[in-house]
C-alpha cells in the first residue's frame, strides 16, 4: 500500500509561483513514476506532468511546459511540482499519483495510487 499527502496549496495571484509537495510513504519500491493530475470544478481529472523515479526524466502536458517543472527530493520520498507564471486556468484540486509501471502516462488510469488533493486557487 503507498501513502501519498499533498501540501502546499492555497491562494495565489496571476503571475505568482507557488510549489506544491507530496510526502510520499509505504511500499514504494516497485513504483517507478509518479505524477501530478489537477481537476477544476466541473471538469475532468487531467494530466499535469509525470516523472521517473530513477532517472528524473520528466513529461509535461503543453498547457503547463515552460512555467512548470516536477522534481523528487535526494531519498525518493517527496514529489514536488514548481508552479510559475500561475493562470487563472490552473485553479484546480492538484493530485498526487504513483504508478507501479514504468511509463509516464498521462490518464489517470496509468496510475494506482491518489492522494485526497491539495487546493490551488490562482486570482486575477
Known amino acids: 500500500q503507498v501513502h501519498l499527502v499533498e501540501s502546499g496549496g492555497g491562494l495565489v ?5 507557488l510549489r506544491l509537495s507530496c510526502a510520499v510513504s ?3 519500491s516497485s513504483d517507478y513514476v509518479a505524477g501530478w493530475f489537477r481537476q477544476a470544478p466541473g471538469k475532468e481529472r487531467e494530466f499535469v506532468s509525470a516523472i521517473t523515479w530513477s532517472s ?3 513529461s509535461y502536458a503543453d498547457s503547463v511546459k515552460g512555467r512548470f517543472a516536477i522534481s523528487r527530493d ?4 517527496t514529489l ?3 508552479m510559475s507564471s500561475l493562470k487563472p ?14 511509463r509516464r502516462g498521462s490518464n489517470v488510469n496509468d496510475y494506482n495510487y491518489w492522494g485526497k488533493g491539495t487546493l490551488v486557487i490562482v486570482s486575477s
Open 13 to 17: 495571484p496571476a503571475g505568482g509561483s
Open 26 to 28: 509505504g511500499r514504494t
Open 56 to 58: 528524473g526524466g520528466a
Open 74 to 77: 535526494n531519498a525518493k520520498t
Open 80 to 82: 514536488y511540482l514548481q
Open 89 to 102: 486556468e490552473d485553479t484546480a484540486v492538484y493530485y498526487c499519483a504513483a504508478s507501479e509501471g514504468w
